[in-house]
């Protein structure tokens, strides 16, 4: 295992309400991978290792409707902010968010908290992380949940095959643009990324206190920068996997109604999946994880069995 630890440091400022009331969990942050990320954990200390990743625009607090349930399930539940959002260190340089890094920040974690493996389950950003992971590490992750992302393979296929895809996929190259995308969707208290996020989403997904947060944590020095640094990365470098066969036993969960993915990527990425399945949610968008978490993590329980006490690891 790489030489990691557990610890909180000091010169990271965690505002005393980082964490609502109503969720269980405590903040930390972790070195891993070099970089230190911060992370909120929850459940019992010897359960089963569970790493939710959250994507783009969000941070750990995508996830915090799924945390009392999980932790309750008896996993070890640990939902970072993945590098360059929130309250975690943002490296300057677009080269410093290529996949394999985001990837080998999540396996860093997976040794802080000293397991050998993980379940793990990603939504947008946090499910492609993921994707690589399964496909590049896959003795360290003993099932993997994608929520609407499709496997790298059949999304570069959708992109250069699909006008349908690309279209829908049109903010991936504005981008690419330096520094204007930080400059338009901070405009107006971030009025563009937030009306996106309401468009794109079921009416009332996103409650004031939601926006709050997440205004709070995109208004973090260099922190939106960064994030839209991940898109610029993976333009750049252009990473192909090893292989586009998964033997990870994959669940893929997506919400029909995403407006950023053809539904058809769900079907074609179980299909690189050895032991695979898809849950498909009709009334659900793109931010499934904010519109029915429960149900959501219901399913990742279902597939990923958290083990009885007697058989911990």
């Known amino acids: 295992m790489a030489d990691v630890s557990i610890e909180v440091t000091p010169d990271v ?9 109503a969720v269980p969990g405590t ?3 972790i070195e891993a991978n070099g970089v230190r990320l911060h992370v909120v954990e929850a459940g ?7 790493v939710l990743l959250h994507g783009f625009p969000e ?7 799924t945390i009392g349930p999980l932790a309750n399930a008896g996993y070890r539940v640990v939902v970072p902010d993945q590098r360059g959002y929130n309250l975690s260190e943002k490296p300057s340089g677009v080269a410093e968010y290529r996949i394999d890094e985001l990837a080998r920040d999540v396996l860093g974690l997976i040794d802080a908290y000293g397991r050998d493996r993980a379940a793990v389950a990603g939504h947008d950003w946090g ?4 994707w690589w992971l399964a496909i590049h590490h896959a003795d360290r992750l003993s099932e993997f949940v994608a929520v609407n992302v499709p496997h790298p393979t059949v999304f570069e296929r959708a992109i250069r095959d699909s006008w349908s895809q690309r279209l829908k996929s049109w ?10 995308p930080e400059a338009v969707a901070s405009a107006g208290n971030w009025r563009i990324a937030v009306r996106s996020m309401r468009r794109t989403s079921n009416p009332g997904t996103f409650d004031e206190e939601d926006i709050r947060r997440y205004r709070r944590a995109w208004d973090r020095d260099g922190a939106f920068e960064a994030m839209v640094n991940w898109y610029r990365a993976v333009v750049r470098d252009r990473p192909e996997p090893e292989t ?8 893929v969960i997506w919400g029909a109604g995403d407006q950023f993915l053809e539904k058809r990527l769900a079907g074609r990425s179980v299909d690189r999946c050895a032991n695979g399945r898809l849950l498909t949610i009709d009334d659900a968008t793109h931010w499934v994880v904010h519109e029915d978490p429960h149900r959501v993590a219901d399913a990742i329980a279902d597939h990923t069995d958290p083990l009885p006490p007697g058989a911990r690891e």
């Open 44 to 50: 019992p200390e010897d359960g089963k290792l569970l």
């Open 127 to 130: 499910a492609a992380v993921g």
């Open 13 to 21: 400022e965690i505002p005393p309400d980082e964490i609502p009331e």
């Open 27 to 29: 903040s930390r942050t």
């Open 244 to 251: 586009s066969r998964v033997t990870v036993p994959t669940l």
């Open 171 to 180: 903010y991936m190259l504005a981008f690419q643009l330096p520094k204007l």
């Open 59 to 65: 941070f750990w607090y995508g996830w915090h409707e």
